[in-house]
């Protein structure tokens, strides 16, 4: 299938010819679904941590904390298009227009921007906004007063006004409060203050952005820094960096032939958020929060936000001291059979290590086995109570090896023609709200390569298409799903208000995301 300058197409991008190669197997046999043995929940895969232990292991991730590298990992890569897809939908009916629509049919034939118009005063960027329409000589009262809505957002999407349709959610304004106005970076510095401060005062965040907003995230962090490193008594040490190339995977046309582009060359495409686990691999620290960048809140939200975030780094520091202090047992003693029990013990009750696999292992076998299911980066996982929300579950599942294990499962990962697979799924009792801490050095102090902890097996293909044509494209496996399959997982539950994701625009109306205005 692939030709000589496909060939060198595919090494110019820094990939390698084998994977393209298994990337086209993939397109033709599929991925397998997982296999689900069981819903993880309270008490079965999923910890519970009470009010007084939440306070206790706070104070103890400020203490233990000391002396390590903390960073911030947040994914901010793409458009915010999906956020306004309700108002892209409204702009292109040729009968939305303002001598056919007045709010009263807005609100029949499209409730979603009806609401929009009618909150437009409690958007964090309607003054931009307005200072946008005056600047083409218009006001925009006037403009929602004659129902000429597809040109209120005309200026809100467009190059024309605030072009949000084209940016990234990072840059756009999330949070008005009396005296300014918050991006969703803005409020990452703000939180990464809390939490993230190293022992001389520096934060250390890290962003993915797409290379055509980067300059854009760079100007903005240049903008504001001093002010909140004057604020919070902190200095930023913010690094980005791009998902690379050499992590886009091959598009298939139907077939599952190589797409081609109009001149023959190769089709790629980024390859999904799996692919950052390269840019994670990539960074120096101790510890790593990840947490997506729509889902942040304003200031009177963040003292209980972090502290959920503080117990459960809390929480991974003391597991982290004493899976080092069994490392260092197995690498250095001879164990006597308690011993050895006591650590598969911890490894079964405290990390949710399946240890079936060392019965009848002598105790030399036992004792190497332990040592490398002990020596993996680690993840705490928080979880929330299922609301209703989209989004992956914590789960039991068996992989191919028949070994159990904790992972992160998204719906389009389970055979729901399978009555049991489906049963399982269906009685999920929490989901992922993306809330990471994790562990990626060793007890030596070294790093973890986090690309041998990957299951390529469970990656995902889906519909695209180009220029008019259907392909089929392939995404790697999810950041924190199949990407983070081999680490040690522990869930723990979160409250639902560490959860405030913006997925649509009218998203920044609910409460979370409000600011009283008069204090």
């Known amino acids: 299938m692939l030709t000589t300058k496909d060939h060198e197409q595919i090494l110019s991008r820094g990939a390698d010819i084998r994977s393209v190669l298994d990337q086209l197997s993939r397109f033709r046999e599929g991925f397998p679904f997982m296999n689900l043995t069981a819903p993880a929940t309270l008490g079965n895969g999923i910890i519970r941590l009470g009010g007084d232990e939440v306070r206790d292991l706070a104070r103890s991730y400020d203490e233990v904390k000391r002396g390590l590298r903390i960073l911030k990992f947040v994914p901010a890569s793409g458009a915010a298009t999906r956020m306004f897809r309700d108002l892209f939908e409204f702009q292109s009916d040729p009968e939305a227009s303002a001598s056919t629509m007045d709010h009263k049919g807005l609100a029949e034939k499209y409730p979603f921007v009806a609401a929009f118009i009618s909150e437009l005063d409690r958007f964090a960027f309607t003054g931009q906004l307005r200072d946008a329409v005056r600047k083409q000589g218009k006001d925009l009262h006037i403009l929602l007063d004659d129902h000429d809505y597809r040109t209120v957002i005309r200026y809100l999407l467009d190059p024309v006004g605030l072009n949000y349709a084209s940016l990234p959610k990072g840059l756009i304004s999330f949070h008005r409060y009396p005296d300014e106005v918050r991006t969703a970076l803005e409020e990452h510095l703000v939180e990464g203050a809390d939490y993230c401060r190293g022992d001389d005062g520096t934060v250390l965040l890290h962003f993915t952005v797409s290379p055509e907003h980067m300059e854009a995230f760079k100007s903005l962090i240049d903008r504001v820094r001093g002010i909140y490193e004057?604020?919070?008594?902190?200095?930023?040490?913010?690094?980005?960096?791009?998902q690379k190339a050499s992590t886009d995977t091959l598009a298939v046309d139907m077939n599952n032939e190589p797409f081609r582009n109009p001149d023959g060359s190769l089709l790629f495409r980024p390859a999904g958020h799996g692919a950052l686990i390269e840019n994670l691999n990539d960074l120096n620290a101790d510890v790593i929060f990840i947490k997506n960048i729509d889902n942040i809140v304003p200031d009177h939200l963040k003292p209980e936000n972090s502290l959920y975030k503080k117990a459960l780094g809390g929480y991974l520091l003391n597991l982290r001291k004493s899976i080092f202090s069994f490392l260092k047992k197995l690498e250095d003693t001879d164990l006597t059979g308690s011993e050895l029990q006591e650590i598969e013990i911890f490894a079964r009750d405290r990390l949710f290590i399946d240890t079936k696999f060392l019965e009848g292992l002598d105790a030399e076998t036992r004792k190497r086995e332990l040592y490398r299911a002990l020596n993996r980066p680690v993840r705490i996982c928080g979880m929330v109570r299922n609301e209703g929300e989209p989004g992956g579950g914590p789960f039991w599942v068996k992989n191919v090896n028949g070994k159990v294990s904790l992972q992160v499962v998204e719906s389009s990962q389970v055979n729901m023609a399978d009555h049991e697979?489906?049963?399982?799924?269906?009685?999920?009792?929490?989901?992922?709200?993306?809330?990471l801490v994790c562990l990626i050095r060793d007890h030596h102090g070294n790093?973890?390569?986090?690309?041998?902890?990957?299951d390529e097996s469970t990656g995902f293909i889906t519909k695209k298409s180009k220029d008019g044509r259907e392909l089929r494209a392939m995404e790697l496996p999810g950041l924190w799903n199949g990407a983070m399959a081999d680490w040690i997982t522990v869930f723990a539950e979160v409250p639902l208000i560490t959860f405030n994701p913006v997925k649509t625009v009218n998203d920044l109306l609910r409460k979370e995301h409000q600011v009283s205005l008069g204090h």
């Open 447 to 454: 790093k973890f390569d986090l690309t041998r902890y990957v």
């Open 421 to 435: 697979q489906k049963m399982h799924f269906q009685k999920a009792t929490h989901f992922n709200p993306v809330d």
């Open 230 to 242: 004057k604020r919070y008594h902190v200095t930023y040490s913010v690094d980005f960096s791009v």
